[in-house]
DNA sequence: GTGAAAGCGCTAACAC
DNA sequence: GTGTTAGCGCTTTCAC
């Protein structure tokens, strides 16, 4: 096929070997010394008004980019970031991508770029990427209590930061929304409202199972403020299916016939959960009050719009990247940024019948 | 908080000045030549036996791991492949995710790195990557039909694929699911059982309205399948959005009282569809037979199970990254790869009544 | 089969 | 305020 328009491109042919343009180039075309290039772009030393702007039209004309590689070998500095992404079972995709965009979008504000690393190549991908002087620093995410990641990172040459953290978090930089406080809030929200009996409605046990940072302090915060408030705190894991979603339900209804409000933890579910509330003959928020852990795009596209404890996504995942830039650059950064939850009430919750 | 740990730290401050080995430091540990290390560690020409053990033994005994800027500026190759994800509204993420996951993994297995670039610096992101030669190819996913990234793409001095295609696909490389036979053949299996008034239920309307490639050619071929099999064949975008499930049903069903089939091409509506059917006294199949374009697992988790043609991510994924290799090699690779539909008929669709 | 040495393109002393 | 130059750590001729 691509024989068929060989003669529509001899346009490209004609430019001749592209030779990549050089700062010796660069600085032959403005009558200056190579370095005075470099600090004009670098801007770490002064330079007279007259040669900077020399240089920089130079910059354009010739469509001078410096090459990355030289520039990291020289400068000792990659300008590159890794983001560390296990895509583990259970995961909720959307919240992680969320994450990982804001990690993007900052990085680039602070003129680096991010390398994707998951969780095929185990910790020793950290290795090698530190090691190698691919990357400057490291974003890991989804963090478990117990992580193989941890003793890696402590090892390496170079900063790193958590989001979430891990049991043992000591001489590490973790950032994250305040889990423990999320499910109490919930707690006290409801019990707020004169609920007496509630539950929560988890995650897949195999995020349990994982001591995922998340889940681990939800269920604590929520049980300790149970306990606190005095009232009866009920726990259950939950898989991403409907039939799992209708049977944990039905059992939990059963079983808790006094059971008046429920706190999901599971973006996936909350539209079956819904769902099957309503097969059960239970209303939201007349016979059920019903909270949610999510996103708050997420709470407001159910119906009823739910009342919820967001998951500031994008602030974590821009803190995380400039609290990595501020290590960078030498400075002390706290070890642990827990970002407080906010709850906002919404239809989906109501007075204890 | 970390100056109570001071006196807990004193071994990792007995290692000294952690110098880096070098490709210099492992030659003298063998007794070699710093280029007979290199040639072991490439294998670009022959070297004894004798040689290659004691040097990869000095290379485990000193961890040396070679620096990737020093080997990309002296090789003019980064090892480094750049992941274009646009981000855009309306894409459904766990898929976009599947096949970054898929992309990540092929790289490494063929000692590539990813950079991941997302939609916010635009097309002259593109450029910058490939300029700076940071990058040795481009993985571009999220293809519209009139995509601002492709003029760019055909101008950069590097490789790069395309995962889907625009309209003016000549002098590119890409692969995609064969959308349009997808569509045809989800018109065929229930126009072969029986089904004379079928209904697309598609995309959100500014996926559309994007001319994105995927959904495009998805109704051209459930367009011109329907046509064909001289079946009425009707079209509605969707939003993701239960009421908009809701309302859109409601509406088809009203104007279209034959209709017994539907297609769903928009997997975050697959659970709200099936629940909105239900409430309206539809019972798939036995009142309306469901097919879906979407990941096999999903279609097996909803009740009924959903006859699919499935999205091959993964394959994808692999293949896009196998042809920039290629490429980079300097390998002549297909201009278009399409992956046939696989259509698997599970519990959702059945004879019409 | 192996070694010596010339770069790759840039940064950052060190000069003046 | 600007120029000169010595590397950064590796690959790859070229020479033997």
Redesign the pocket.
């Known amino acids: 096929m691509s024989k068929r328009f060989d003669l529509q491109l001899p346009s490209r042919r004609q430019e001749g070997p592209t030779t990549?343009v050089?700062?010796?180039d660069v600085a032959r075309h403005a009558?200056?010394?190579?370095?005075?290039?470099?600090?004009v772009?670098?801007g770490?030393?002064?330079?007279?008004g007259?040669?900077?702007e020399r240089v920089q039209a130079s910059v354009r004309a010739l469509g001078?980019?410096?090459?990355a590689s030289?520039?990291a070998?020289?400068?000792?500095r990659s300008n590159v970031l890794a983001l560390v992404i296990p895509l583990r079972t259970g995961m909720h995709v959307p919240v992680l991508m969320q994450f990982a965009t804001s990690v993007v979008t900052t990085a680039r504000r602070y003129d680096h770029d991010v390398l994707l690393l998951t969780a095929d190549e185990g910790p020793s991908g950290l290795e090698r990427v530190a090691q190698s002087a691919l990357v400057d620093a490291l974003v890991v995410m989804d963090v478990e209590l117990h992580d193989e990641r941890v003793p890696v990172l402590r090892e390496l040459p170079m900063p790193s930061v958590l989001i979430g953290f891990p049991a043992e978090a000591e001489g590490l930089t973790c950032i994250d929304l305040d889990f423990v406080n999320a499910g109490a809030e919930c707690v006290d929200h409801l019990t707020d409202l004169g609920h007496r009996s509630i539950a929560l409605l988890g995650t897949p046990s195999a995020v349990y199972e994982r001591q995922t940072g998340f889940a681990h302090r939800t269920l604590a915060g929520f049980r300790s403020a149970a306990e606190r408030r005095g009232v009866t705190g009920i726990e259950t894991p939950c898989e991403n299916t409907f039939e799992a979603v209708l049977e944990t339900v039905g059992q939990l209804l059963d079983e808790h016939p006094d059971l008046t409000g429920m706190v999901v933890q599971n973006e996936p579910i909350i539209g079956p959960l819904l769902d099957v509330l309503r097969r059960l003959g239970r209303r939201v928020p007349e016979d059920m009050s019903l909270m949610a852990i999510c996103a708050d795009d997420v709470a407001e596209r159910q119906v009823p719009q739910l009342s919820s404890v967001a998951i500031p996504a994008d602030e974590i995942g821009q803190q995380a990247v400039e609290s990595l830039i501020a290590k960078l650059e030498g400075h002390e950064v706290p070890a642990l940024t827990l970002f407080p939850p906010r709850l906002t009430p919404r239809a989906s919750t109501c007075a204890a019948p």
């Open positions: 990549v050089t700062i010796a009558g200056v010394a190579p370095s005075t290039v470099s600090y772009l670098s770490k030393r002064s330079i007279s007259d040669t900077r001078y980019r410096p090459n030289a520039r070998l020289a400068s000792n």
